[in-house]
């Protein structure tokens, strides 16, 4: 079995784990709802909202999110980057099933149709994308990181915060001000649209560091220790923060947008940047080039196999 299907594997089981604990959190976050209107209707008492890691629906989510985020980390070890994070949209077909069976929402045609397209799409990914698996030096990570592309991507990412962030706190605003009624449709769209941009925006960097960490790690199991090397340090502290912003934004999205828009807006957009930045990072542009290359020459190969064929037919032509 090659490296990559084992890396592939595993990512799909993470994902599957992430998206069940996904649904989970959000059925505590649901549960601590409809008790605050219980109890808010029972003599008019007046309810004190419990935290939330007192519910178990919440307690549970959360060790099978953690389960799911720990194989998608083992997996980045031996398969491409972008090929696991565009294998991540299997959370799609899974937040079907578990929307239904945790959270009870109904499941229209529109959404099985949806699902239908995702399948296919990860079937052509498997089957076309990138099967390397490279093992980098240090070196080459910390170059990486320094490459002239990838930091004007970085450019482009603060850009791209900085413009959501302004247009959510501005429909925050009109929001409070006026009510969701009074602030229009629009806003309830966009709204969880720009919060879903920034959290994946920032979020989805601790892909990127999980990808050098593991990297780091399986060099350090080979006999090549990196225990001792600044970097390993700096990658871990980047990503743990970067995953602590994530998990943050998710647990309060959940609380403040309805699952069944919030969750895959919020997967859209990891996905989408957990893509482009491992294709950036890593430089794969240049191996889906050589790739396009080898499919020019091989076209070229055939064209000049059939070039005999052509003079033939056309010595036989009246």
């Not at 090659?2 to 592939?8: D, R």
């Not at 099978?64 to 031996?78: E, P, Q, R, V």
């Not at 706190?169 to 720009?194: T, V």
């Not at 593991?214 to 199991?221: A, F, I």
């Amino acid at each position: 079995m090659g490296e990559w299907i084992a890396g592939a594997a595993i990512n799909v089981i993470g994902s599957i784990g992430i998206n069940l604990g996904t649904n989970l959190l959000k059925l505590g976050h649901n549960q601590r709802e409809k008790r605050a209107e219980l109890e808010a209707t029972e003599g008019g008492k007046v309810f004190i909202s419990k935290p939330i890691i007192h519910f178990q629906a919440w307690r549970i989510g959360l060790i099978i999110f953690m389960l799911g985020n720990f194989l998608n980390f083992l997996s980045f070890a031996y398969a491409a980057q972008t090929l696991l994070a565009a294998l991540g949209s299997v959370q799609f077909i899974s937040n079907v099933a578990f929307a239904y069976l945790v959270l009870d929402e109904v499941i229209t045609c529109r959404i099985l149709w949806a699902t239908m397209f995702i399948v296919l799409g990860n079937i052509f990914m498997v089957a076309f994308g990138n099967h390397q698996s490279p093992i980098y030096t240090p070196e080459e990570l910390q170059a990486n990181y320094k490459n002239d592309i990838y930091l004007l991507y970085c450019v482009g990412l603060v850009l791209v915060i900085i413009i959501n962030h302004a247009i959510y706190k501005r429909g925050r605003q009109l929001i409070l001000m006026h009510g969701e009624d009074g602030a229009g449709y629009s806003w309830q769209i966009l709204l969880p649209f720009c919060y879903a941009i920034v959290s994946g925006a920032v979020g989805t960097h601790s892909v990127l560091f999980a990808k050098s960490l593991s990297l780091l790690l399986r060099l350090t199991l080979n006999g090549e220790s990196q225990i001792e090397g600044w970097f390993t340090y700096l990658v871990l502290v980047l990503f743990l923060g970067t995953a602590a912003f994530w998990m943050s934004r998710l647990n309060e999205g959940l609380a403040m947008f309805h699952a069944v828009l919030i969750v895959p807006m919020l997967q859209i957009f990891w996905t989408t940047f957990s893509i482009f930045t491992g294709f950036i990072y890593f430089k794969e542009y240049q191996i889906l080039f050589e790739a396009g290359l080898q499919q020019v020459q091989g076209f070229n190969v055939w064209c000049g196999l059939l070039q005999p064929v052509h003079w033939y037919l056309a010595a036989c032509s009246p």
